[in-house]
């Protein structure tokens, strides 16, 4: 049994659980990774995350940013996380009962009988490049934002075409990512059990209002208008691209697992007010 644990850099008290829980685990005889960043803050020898695909389960110390850090390196691992931002959609454990918490989804992945959570992910492709894959979304977007910037846009859903005019950008959501970027664009909230993408258009002229669709459609995104886009993974991972280019957006394998107790997203919501 093999357990990875990455918590927020930079952040005292996400180090200190990260080293209680490694102590608890490693008494229970289960082999215990730290990701660099955690293993400098603790003065132990530490691992890059993109490894963390061999363990058995992730542990994730922070806010849902250190949750989506960690899925990047986690693949098809389930990642249990320990919540020490405000709203925490992604992270249901307290701070306070994460050492118990996490030594019983270790014990419950072991013997078979831990309950495992999936939810979709995304990738993106152009040409004969393919993006990381994005917990959140898959953003297509001009060099820059703002008057006399943006993108000239054809949105088609299976072939057929959805929308077009001039915007920002596109966002290709999944439900976790609705309270994130999608929100602040004015895309609605979806609710993580219902199955399905949104496409939301930022600061469109001639666009559409967000639309969502089966996830397993493919969605593709042409862009003209500009000489230079990117193409961003969950707002981190950008890739220029020279318009005219075709974005390609389909759900990926493996999915998001999230691993432990399941949070109140309505009371996550409130959090937002």
Same mark, same amino acid.
């Given at each position: 049994?093999?357990?990875?644990?990455?918590?927020?850099?930079?952040?005292?008290?996400? &180090?200190?659980?990260?080293?209680?829980?490694?102590?608890?685990?490693?008494? %229970?005889?289960?082999?215990?990774?730290?990701?660099?960043?955690?293993?400098?803050?603790?003065?132990?020898?530490?691992?890059?995350?993109?490894?963390?695909?061999?363990?058995?389960?992730?542990?994730?110390?922070?806010?849902?940013?250190?949750?989506?850090?960690?899925?990047?390196?986690?693949? +098809?691992?389930?990642?249990?996380?320990?919540?020490? +931002?405000?709203?925490?959609?992604?992270?249901?454990?307290?701070?306070?009962?994460?050492?118990?918490?996490?030594?019983?989804?270790?014990?419950?992945?072991?013997?078979?009988?831990?309950?495992?959570?999936? &939810?979709?992910?995304?990738?993106?492709?152009?040409?004969?490049?393919?993006?990381? &894959?994005?917990?959140?979304?898959?953003?297509?977007?001009?060099?820059?934002?703002?008057?006399?910037?943006?993108? =000239?846009?054809?949105?088609?859903? %299976?072939?057929?075409?959805?929308?077009?005019?001039?915007?920002?950008?596109?966002?290709?959501?999944?439900?976790?990512?609705? /309270?994130?970027?999608?929100?602040?664009?004015? +895309? *609605?909230?979806?609710?993580?059990?219902?199955? +399905?993408?949104?496409?939301?258009?930022?600061?469109?002229?001639?666009?559409?209002?967000?639309?969502?669709? =089966?996830?397993?459609?493919?969605? /593709?995104? /042409?862009?003209?208008?500009?000489?230079?886009?990117?193409?961003?993974? =969950?707002?981190?991972? /950008?890739?220029?691209?020279?318009?005219? &280019?075709?974005?390609?957006?389909?759900?990926?394998? *493996?999915?998001?697992?999230?691993?432990?107790?399941?949070?109140?997203?309505?009371?996550?919501?409130?959090?937002?007010?």
């Amino acid at each position: 049994m093999e357990v990875g644990i990455v918590a927020q850099r930079g952040n005292a008290r996400a &180090a200190r659980i990260a080293d209680g829980i490694r102590d608890r685990l490693r008494a %229970d005889g289960v082999t215990v990774r730290l990701d660099a960043a955690t293993a400098a803050d603790l003065s132990h020898s530490g691992d890059p995350i993109e490894t963390f695909d061999r363990s058995d389960l992730v542990v994730s110390i922070g806010g849902d940013g250190t949750f989506l850090f960690a899925a990047r390196g986690a693949g +098809g691992t389930p990642i249990l996380g320990v919540n020490l +931002g405000e709203v925490g959609f992604l992270n249901a454990v307290d701070p306070d009962d994460a050492i118990d918490a996490v030594a019983a989804e270790a014990a419950a992945i072991a013997d078979g009988t831990a309950e495992i959570r999936e &939810a979709p992910r995304l990738s993106a492709t152009v040409g004969d490049w393919t993006s990381d &894959a994005a917990t959140n979304e898959v953003l297509v977007q001009g060099n820059r934002r703002g008057p006399g910037a943006g993108i =000239d846009f054809e949105t088609r859903v %299976d072939g057929s075409l959805y929308s077009s005019g001039h915007a920002d950008g596109v966002l290709i959501v999944t439900p976790t990512g609705s /309270t994130a970027y999608n929100l602040s664009e004015g +895309g *609605p909230i979806v609710h993580p059990d219902v199955r +399905g993408l949104l496409i939301t258009e930022m600061c469109a002229t001639g666009g559409m209002p967000s639309l969502f669709v =089966d996830q397993d459609a493919t969605i /593709t995104v /042409t862009v003209t208008g500009t000489d230079r886009a990117i193409v961003a993974s =969950d707002g981190r991972l /950008t890739h220029p691209i020279e318009p005219p &280019a075709e974005v390609t957006i389909t759900r990926s394998d *493996p999915p998001l697992r999230i691993a432990g107790p399941t949070g109140d997203f309505f009371e996550a919501l409130g959090k937002l007010s």
